[in-house]
Each structure stands twice: as C-alpha cells, then as structure tokens.
C-alpha cells in the first residue's frame, strides 16, 4: 500500500512523500531511518477523510497533529501556523491559516481566533484549546483532542465495517430479483400467455406482474431516477432519521443505540473534564451529540448538576446512564478522577458495541442469504411450475 508521510526538515519545514508500506507503522519506520521527523502518516486516498474533515474540506485533525508536531520542536504558535500555511497549497485552507494567523498577531488568543471560524474549527476542539490557555498546556491539549477524534473514528470504521457485508448481500440479491421480475420473468409471461387460467393462481399474479412492468417500463424507469435524484439532493438523510426513529422504538436495538449514544456522551464529556472544562460548561456542548429523546434528558441532568446535584445521580435519574456507568460515575466522584473514569466507561462500552455489532453480523449474514435465497427461489420455481404440470399432463 502507498502512505503519504508529512515529515518535517532541518529547516523546520514541512515536506512529504510517498512510500510503499505494509502498514502505517512501517511507513513511519521508513520515513524515521531516513532522518525525518514524522508528523502524520496517512494511506493515499483517505488523507482528506476523518473525523476532523468538515464540510468545507478542513483538515481538523491533520492540522491538530501537524500543529502539536510543530510546538512539541519548540517552534511558537505564531511561527508553526506560518509553516503550515507556507506549505499549504490549497487556497482555501491557505487563507483559513492566515486568518487565524492575522488574528494571533492581532493580540487574540488561539481559542478566540479558532472561535471565530464555527463553520471550521468545532466547538470542542475550542473548548479544549480555551481550557487549555489556563495552564500553558496547548500541545496536551491537540494530543487529547487527536486522540478523542481517532477513537471516534476508529469506532466508526468498526460499525461501518459490520454493516458492508449486509448491505452488499441486500444489494446484490436486490438486483438479481428486479433482474428476474423486470426482464426475466416478462418473457415468460409471452410463452404462458396462452394457457390462461389453467396456471397456478401464484405463477398468474407473478406473470401479471412481468407484463405490468413491460407495459410500463418507462414510467418505472422515471420513477427510479426521480428516487436517486431525491436521494442525492438530502432525501437520503430523512429516510435515515425515519429509520433511526423507527429502530428506536424496537426494544433491543433501541437500547443498543442508547448505549452508542451514552458512549460518545462520556468520551467527550471525559475528554473536556481532562482538559479543564467546568461540568456545566461541558453538559451544555455536548448535547448536540445526542439524538432529540436524549438531548431533553441530558437538560435536566445539566438544570440537576447546576443544582448541586451529583452527577451520578443526575445522569442515573434521567436515564443517561448504564449500571455499570452509573457504578462507575459513583467511584469517580470519591476519588476525583470524573474525566479519566468518563473515558473508562466509555471504552467499556465501546468494546461492548463492537462485540455486538461482530454477533450481529454474524447472524444477519446467513439470515438475509437464507431470505433472499427463497425469495430469488420462489421467483423461479414459479416460472418453471406450468413447464412442470405440462409435462405432467402430457404423460
């Protein structure tokens, strides 16, 4: 596989390359043996994905990791965003760098600076920053908001990567069965025309069905390209919420999306506690992070914490939390370490999704082949059945 490796020169300058790698790990070797300084590796074709990649095309997180590179060589603020921005060749995320840069100079603070672009820099990402500014702990703080990010990536990718093979198996098997109805099983209806009512009832209303789609292959044809036009232009985001809303109300998986949720919830709620945040503050930026149910939930544990109520009891009344999290939040709050056991819950909960997910798709799988098998079965048994009773008669 090719890597892109950013490393940086004597000079303090950016620079990158191409290198042929087994693994990211050994990319990174290759470029170190040469003398380079690393700053970030990343395969060729993802280098512009990620969690930190916004809608503009900002690389958050490639520029938190280029950024702590810089500060961790002793380089200033002010002189590690002009390198990023010399070596920037994107006009775009060129004039965002100088921007902020314009505004350092200015006598503004990173936070402020990075606060006054929302639309590239995300709220956490500034919350951590500004928190860190109390105590002169900027490159901890990029580490932590890096680590945060790559986490949730990498529980995205474990999700996204439980569901390929289902959707490739409904996919496939989909297009065999509008293969079989809209071509397939038409031609057939020619050769049975003349037998009537002499076929199975079941072949007859699957034979109606082919000539009703022959009659009306242009209408089905625009109807379909209608469907991907509104797909393409934001319908396919509604379906996905009327699908969320419905999987909600089923009673396991809802609670195993509850679970996902809560577990996002506590990473980040762990990762702005470890940075310095005040509990309120942090209740208050996370709830865009939850689905509307939870968001109405997560208002009253905040009203309740700002009470003076405790966490645990917040979070345990207003079903924001799990019996192991709730045991866990209790513990936290004797030995004062709210952000780490955050963290701790949310990777125990993590690894129980995963686990999950990995069962889930190994019962899916046989069970949409054993579906779409009948289905795609059915379809033929039915267009050979008169051939059958034909050949039975005629014995």
């Known amino acids: 596989m090719r890597y892109r490796v950013k490393f940086m020169q004597g000079d303090l300058s950016l620079a990158s390359a191409t290198v042929e790698a087994a693994s990211e790990a050994q990319a990174r070797e290759q470029a170190s043996a040469l003398g380079h300084a690393v700053v970030a590796v990343v395969r060729e074709g993802n280098w512009r994905a990620g969690l930190g990649q916004r809608k503009h095309?900002?690389?958050v997180v490639l520029f938190c990791q280029e950024l702590l590179a810089l500060l961790s060589s002793g380089v200033s603020i002010v002189e590690a965003l002009e390198t990023l921005a010399q070596k920037e060749a994107r006009v775009a995320i060129r004039e965002t760098l100088q921007g902020v840069l314009t505004q350092l100079r200015e006598g503004r603070t990173l936070s402020s600076a990075l606060q006054s672009r929302p639309d590239v820099f995300p709220p956490l990402l500034v919350a951590t920053v500004k928190a860190s500014e109390r105590t002169s702990n900027l490159g901890e703080a990029l580490q932590r908001y890096v680590t945060y990010a790559n986490q949730l990536q990498g529980i995205r990718n474990k999700l996204v990567s439980a569901a390929i093979y289902p959707a490739m198996l409904i996919g496939v098997s989909s297009l065999v069965?509008?293969?079989?109805?809209?071509?397939?099983v038409p031609r057939f209806s020619h050769i049975y025309?003349?037998?009537?009512d002499q076929l199975p009832l079941a072949s007859q209303i699957m034979l109606r069905w082919g000539q009703w789609v022959e009659d009306n292959g242009f209408l089905l044809l625009g109807l379909a390209v209608a469907v991907?036009?509104?797909?393409?232009?934001?319908?396919?985001?509604?379906?996905?919420?009327?699908?969320?809303?419905?999987?909600?109300?089923?009673?396991s998986m809802g609670e195993r999306m509850r679970v996902f949720q809560l577990a996002r919830l506590y990473r980040t709620l762990g990762m702005l506690l470890r940075g310095g945040v005040p509990?309120?503050?942090?209740?208050e930026m996370v709830s865009g992070l939850l689905s509307a149910a939870l968001q109405?939930?997560?208002a009253a544990a905040s009203r309740a914490v700002r009470e003076g109520q405790a966490i645990s009891q917040a979070f345990e009344a207003h079903g924001l939390s799990t019996a192991v999290s709730s045991r866990m939040l209790r513990v936290a709050e004797r030995a004062g370490n709210m952000?780490?056991?955050?963290?701790?819950?949310?990777?125990?909960?993590?690894?129980?999704?995963?686990?999950?997910?990995?069962?889930?798709?190994?019962?899916l799988g046989p069970a949409l082949m054993l579906i779409m098998g009948l289905v795609i079965g059915a379809i033929v048994v039915l267009m050979y059945l008169p051939i059958f009773q034909l050949a039975e008669s005629i014995q």
Not at 177 to 183: A, D, K, R, V
Not at 279 to 283: E, R
Not at 347 to 363: G, K, V
């Open 296 to 298: 109405s939930r997560l």
């Open 228 to 251: 991907l036009l509104a797909l393409a232009l934001g319908g396919g985001r509604r379906i996905a919420g009327v699908l969320a809303r419905a999987l909600w109300r089923v009673p």
């Open 279 to 283: 509990i309120a503050t942090a209740l």
């Open 339 to 363: 952000g780490e056991m955050m963290d701790r819950a949310a990777a125990f909960h993590d690894e129980e999704m995963a686990r999950w997910a990995d069962w889930l798709t190994r019962l």
């Open 193 to 196: 025309e003349d037998m009537g």
């Open 57 to 59: 095309g900002f690389p």
């Open 177 to 184: 069965i509008l293969f079989l109805m809209g071509y397939v």
